[in-house]
């Protein structure tokens, strides 16, 4: 990513009318509490240093110990499951004050940078109604979840929530033993549904192929085989819902464009259920959202905002692309 100066921000307000200010912002907001942080952080390098030579050797001593002491053909391959998780602790030992100054950094960032868009920020994001997804079939069975970065509030005068989660599944790997597999990561959003509301929900996932759509179905009712559809709403999407008549009315040219649009923004092609009055997003996506600040590189300069200020501007993209009516900006 190219370097972002105050004039390239400044240029990024000619640009977008809502990042009006974000240049005073910076310096006035973010950069104090950031160069405080700075200090922290290049503190916090040097203890990885040392504690990550510091470990290496020790490591390397124990396995020379070890060695010594015992018969390598009957005991090699403990000592090597030791030293792995040796090098793996070390490195988390080693990590933990830069891990903990750049959590507050980004905390410090993003809520900021959410409060400059008049929006709330929740860390944690506890507060998101994740099992409404979940109820719907909306998302992949797992065993583990973990979600951050919670965001509410109104863009442009709708209201938004979201998150963003990562979803992983412990399965065989056909040798005895089990791995670690995530299903789903990337962002969960909930708006309100231009138009009407639906009585029964209208679930559209990506169009996985055959075999795909076939795995995909299981446990789920009402395929949509013959609605009116735009073909590149046919080629994206497979339908279902409980009431057809109803998922074809609702499903009109007019909402295919704007979930079309909405599809567009995305790099994958997301999933969406239609549930009452809302709208249901799962985003997958390729990289992580709302990082901002990296452990290894300094805080104090504004070259995160571009990133952060990408994701944030997903937001007014969504309500634009689904073209939301007055009625619904109440």
């Known amino acids: 990513m190219t370097s972002t100066t105050l004039v390239d921000l400044a ?8 990042l009006k200010g974000i240049a005073g912002f910076w310096q006035r907001e973010l950069a104090p ?20 030579i510091g470990g290496v050797v020790a490591l390397l001593g124990l ?13 090699i391959t403990w000592i090597v499951f030791l030293v792995f998780f040796g090098f793996f602790g070390a490195w988390i030992w080693a990590m933990a004050p830069l891990t903990g100054v750049r959590r507050r ?10 409060g400059f868009y008049k929006l709330d920020y929740d860390a944690g994001a506890m507060s998101f109604p994740f099992e409404e997804f979940m109820g719907l079939k909306l998302l992949p069975s797992h065993s583990r979840r973990s979600m951050e970065d919670g965001i509410k509030g109104r863009v442009e005068g709708v209201p938004l ?25 990337g962002l969960l959003l909930v708006t309100p549904l231009p138009g009407p509301p639906v009585t029964d929900p209208i679930l559209l996932l990506p169009d996985w192929g055959r075999i795909g759509n076939f795995l995909a179905g299981l446990g789920r009712k009402g395929r949509i085989t013959d609605l009116d559809a735009d073909p590149e709403f046919e080629r994206r999407y497979e339908v279902y819902a409980v009431d057809d008549k109803a998922a074809r009315d609702r499903l009109n040219r007019a909402l295919q464009a704007c979930l079309l649009r909405l599809a567009a923004l995305n790099d994958k092609t997301p999933s969406i259920a239609l549930a009452g009055d809302k709208l249901l997003l799962a985003l997958p996506r390729r990289r992580n959202a709302f990082e901002g600040v990296r452990a290894f590189r300094p805080f104090d300069r504004p070259e995160p905002l571009q990133a952060l200020l990408d994701d944030l501007e997903l937001l007014p993209a ?3 692309a689904l073209d939301l009516p007055p009625a619904a900006k109440v």
């Open 11 to 18: 240029q990024l307000e000619q640009r977008h009318p809502r």
């Open 33 to 52: 509490a950031l160069s405080a942080l700075e200090q922290e952080r290049q503190a916090a390098v040097k203890t990885f240093w040392l504690r990550g």
């Open 63 to 75: 396995l020379a110990l070890l060695i010594a002491s015992f018969d390598l053909s009957s005991s």
């Open 105 to 114: 950094a980004k905390a410090h960032l993003v809520s900021h940078l959410c």
């Open 161 to 185: 929530e979201l998150c963003e989660a990562r979803l992983t599944r412990r399965q065989s790997n056909g040798k005895g033993g089990s791995t670690t597999v995530t299903v789903f990561h």
């Open 318 to 320: 969504i309500v634009e």
